[in-house]
Structure formats: C-alpha cells, structure tokens
C-alpha cells in the first residue's frame, strides 16, 4: 500500500511539474518516465523573440532613414529652384517633310539631328563649364556656404569633380520625336537659375553660329582657292605674253604675217606688170633704151624689197623665224584660252559653293525662354519621404524573409 501510494505521487508530481510525459511500467514494478519539453512554451518564447527582431530590424531599417530624410529635407535641405529653356536647330533647307518625319521618330536621321546632339553635349562638357566660369562666375553660385552642407559645391574640387556635380544638377537631353533639346538648370535661388539658363542658352546660340560658319567657310574655302589658282595662272600667262610682244615689238605676229603676205603679193603683181611692160619695149626698143633701163632699174628695186619680206619672215633676230614666233604666240594664246575656260569654271564653281553655303547655315529657334521660378522645384518633402520609405520597406522585408529562411534551417 505504501509503494502504490509513493508511485502514484510521483506520477503526480511529474505530470504537473513537466506537462506532459512519457509513462512506461517496467514488470519489476518499477517507473520510468520520458520527460518531453513543453513545446508550446518554447515556440512561444522564440516567437517572441523573432517578433522582436523583426521590430528592432524594421525601426533600423525603416523607420530611422525615413526619419532622417525628413529631418533633412524639411529642416536641412536648401531649396532648389529650376530654370529651362527648350529650343530646335533650324537651317534654311529645312522642309515641312522634316517634322512629319519627326513625328514619326525619323528625325535622328538628318543633319539638324546631329547639330542638336552636339548641343547637349557641348553643355555636359567641361568647356560649358568653363564658358560659364568665366562669364557668371558658377562655381562660386554652388559653393556658397548659405547652401547647406551635402548639397553644395567644395571649393578645393577639381573641374573634373565639379564637371560631374553639374551634370547631377541640370538635365539636358535631346528629344528625337520633336527634334528638341530641352535644358533644366537648377541653383539655390531664382536669380542664379536664370542667370545660368541665359547664359547657357546665348553659349549654344554662339556654338551654333561657329558651327554655321564652319560649314559654311568648309564650302566656300576650296572654292576660293581654286578661283585663287586659276586667276594666278590666268596672270602668269598674260605677264608672258606681254614680255613676248615687248621683246618682239609686235603685239600679234599673226598680223604682221598678213601684212607682209599682202605687200608680197602686191610686190609680185606690179613686178609682174612691169615685166610685161619690158617685154613689150624689147620688141621694139635696143635692151639700153632709156625707158628699158628705167623699168628694169624698177623691177630690180621691187625683187629687192620683196626679197627683204622673205627674209623677214624667215629669219628675225630674237626669234629665229617669223614662223617660230607664231608658234611660241600660238601656245600662249592657247594656254590663255584654258586660263579663261578654268577661271570663269572656278568663278561658277564658287558661285555655287556660296549658294550650298547658304543653305548650310544654321540658327538656333528658341521655343521655350528661361523663366524666373516662382517655387522650389526641390525639395517635396512628401514625394521624397514615400520614395524613401518605400525603398526601405522592401529592404527590411528583403531582410526579413533571408533571416527567417535561415532560422527555419537552423
């Protein structure tokens, strides 16, 4: 009675002190008892625990930046103000099909195209920067110390640093599908935003002009030095023919030739009359009449002059020969009519290259002007805190899905 009393007390005790266990009778009469842990405690504990990870991970993670956001942007950050400007490369051959080709997102294609790219590449470089330091000064504007301290410029910077803190500040792009290109400068006050829209807009008029120019002079600068090259040779040949005539004494050979021929034949002719004449004498007169003697004394002084022609055309001191000096007039005279073919060519040539240049030109139509703003464009306070918020909150939930995958395998 005594054993059945102390066995059952044990049970007692151990199902009330344990919760629950394993109870097994040995044939000796003897207790064991498997004790098993409460599992329902325990799961509660570590889901307490877990929960309060999850709390403290969620406050870090969460909670903390968005709160330090919106410290700083309502309490810290410096106000922005934006300026823009929107304006189209235009050049006189440009056509209606030009826009309906932009609409349909063709634009990319044409030569306006590219003249715009350059643009907006020309305001992302460092000689933007430089056009502008010099001009308004634009590193001072966005290192004043007024501007709040992670939002500023620092003075002690290289250009390369300060290249890249203005390409976060200001947007520039070009829009293909209306061939625009659209510019937004942001600073800390209204004046210095429009400062340096304007600014910005007057340096891509002027690159656009230099531009112009370029394609222009590119045209027209091969022509003029072809025209150049043909009026040289044009002069070269006239200097050459003078001399000729000033060493020669006469101004066209050809002339003189025609003359002497012309006098020969006459010579010849009166030279044939007066033989006629004598033969008819000779029939009736002695060969030593008077009148005999004086036609042959005529005859005689005709055949001289006529034989000086010959040897004037044949022989001429300088020269060498009549001939020979119309040989050396003949190739001046060609090399001077395919000077004056060739000028006049060049002079039509660069006629037209001034025509082509003129339709190269390019100008810059502004369709939007810059504007002073009349609000801060930055900050939003609550465009900023959702974005934030919501960046974190996946975070943490990225978070914890990782750590309860680990702890379930643990």
Not at 52 to 78: D, Q, R
Not at 305 to 333: C, H, P, V
Request: contains cysteine; neutral net charge.
């Amino acid at each position: 009675m005594n054993i059945l009393s102390a066995w059952v007390s044990k049970v007692v005790s151990l199902t009330t002190s344990k919760g629950s266990a394993d109870l097994t009778l040995r044939p000796d009469g003897n207790l064991i008892v498997a004790e098993r842990l409460n599992q329902t405690n325990s799961f509660g504990v570590a889901y307490r625990l877990r929960s309060a990870w999850y709390w403290v991970l969620f406050m870090v993670v969460v909670i903390a930046p968005t709160v330090i956001m919106a410290i700083y942007t309502v309490g810290i950050k410096s106000p922005e103000y934006t300026s823009e400007f929107r304006v189209i490369v235009r050049s006189p051959n440009t056509s209606g099909n030009a826009g309906f080709a932009a609409v349909l997102g063709l634009s990319g294609s044409s030569a306006t195209s590219a003249d715009s790219q350059a643009v907006v590449q020309y305001l992302q470089s460092r000689e933007a920067i430089d056009d502008l330091e010099d001009r308004i000064r634009i590193r001072k504007r966005f290192s004043d110390m007024k501007i709040d301290v992670f939002s500023r410029a620092n003075t002690d910077d290289t250009i390369e640093s300060f290249v890249r803190y203005w390409n976060r500040i200001s947007e520039i792009w070009y829009e293909s599908t209306t061939g625009t290109v659209i510019a937004r400068f942001s600073a800390f006050s209204p004046a210095d935003a429009i400062t340096i829209a304007k600014e910005s807009l007057k340096l891509s008029e002027e690159l656009i002009n230099r531009m112009s120019e370029r394609a222009r002079s590119d045209v027209v600068e091969a022509s003029q030095r072809e025209v150049v090259a043909a009026e040289a040779r044009l002069l070269d040949v006239n200097n050459r023919l003078r001399q000729l005539r000033e060493a020669e004494s006469t101004f066209d050979p050809k002339l003189t030739v025609e003359a002497d021929l012309t006098l020969m034949a006459s010579l010849e002719q009166q030279i044939a009359q007066l033989n006629a004449r004598l033969s008819v004498q000779l029939g009736s007169l002695q060969a030593n009449a008077p009148s005999v003697k004086d036609i042959r004394q005529q005859i005689d002084g005709l055949e001289q002059e006529l034989k000086k022609i010959r040897i004037n055309m044949t022989s001429i001191e300088g020269s060498g020969s009549l001939f020979q000096l119309m040989a050396d007039f003949d190739q001046l005279y060609s090399e001077k009519s395919f000077a004056e073919k060739a000028y006049q060519s060049a002079l039509a040539s660069l006629e037209a290259a001034r025509v082509e240049a003129a339709r190269k030109q390019l100008y810059l139509a502004t369709i939007v002007r810059p504007e002073v703003a009349q609000e801060a464009s930055s900050p939003q306070p609550l465009k900023e805190l959702s974005l934030v918020f919501v960046v974190c909150f996946f975070v943490w939930a990225a978070l914890t899905f990782t750590l309860r995958s680990i702890l379930e395998h643990i």
